[in-house]
């Protein structure tokens, strides 16, 4: 097998912390895939755990991101017109996804993120790419990266696009804190209400090659990872309304321009 540059495969944990109106807090083990876009011909090929837009053990299927268009068409193409629409150019440089694989053939990704390096391999901008359970899909683009120290870099979003039934709409806003994929991973979301922090999210992964022994190894130690995924979100979900947390009403998504059928 030869060796894949880019493309990798994350192991790690994903904590998050409610401050309040009542405290929660919980963290999970998980794995995700680095997915070079462009290696995505030479992953199909080589593993025997891992196909490109067909069935298999886990699988990565283009329509599972940036909108399912009439007619197929590649991933990165989709985010390619999709940084046009909003003036910004995505260019010739690598484009590394990370996000969970289909796991015989389910999916679903609470947040998966896009790191757009220019030709010499440094970090330009991300895009994350944002589902809830309710079937909607949202993306921001994290353009106005400030640097934070070594190579983390922040953006600060207003929240537009309703993620929990338990947090408000109103007056609510990210600190995206990222790092580039390199042999560790951190992403941190700090959420605030009115300037205050209410609430904040912490994915911290370590590199590995992505084989189909590494593969074997963590399907066997988190089975079914994308259907736990939504078993969880639900079970916390359970706590918070146990614990009598506010529940709103979901809004209207907002107009994003991903590509539709």
Known sequence: MSVLRRSGLYVGTIRHRRLSPK???FQYGLYQLLID???????DRELRLLSHNRPNV????DTDHMGRPAAPVPVREK????????GKRLGDGPVLLLTNPRVLGYVFNPVSYFFCLDTNGDLRFVVAEVNNTFGETYCYLLDDGEPMGGRAVRSRRD?????????????????????????HLTVHIDEFERGEKFFDAT????RRSL????????LLRHPHLTARTVYLIH???LRLWLKRVPVFRKPEPPANDLEAA
């Not at 876009?37 to 992953?43: R, S």
């Not at 929240?159 to 042999?183: A, Q």
């Open 211 to 218: 084989t189909d022994r590494s593969l074997a190894n963590v």
């Open 203 to 206: 994915l911290n992964l370590e």
């Open 58 to 61: 886990t699988a990565f299927y």
């Open 37 to 43: 876009l462009d290696e995505l011909p030479e992953l």
């Open 79 to 86: 985010l390619s017109r999709w940084l046009a629409r909003r």
């Open 235 to 237: 079970r916390q979900a």
């Open 23 to 25: 405290p929660n807090a």
């Open 159 to 183: 929240k537009v696009f309703h993620v929990s039934p338990f947090i408000s709409m109103v007056d609510i806003s990210y600190d995206w804190i990222l790092t580039p994929p390199e042999d």
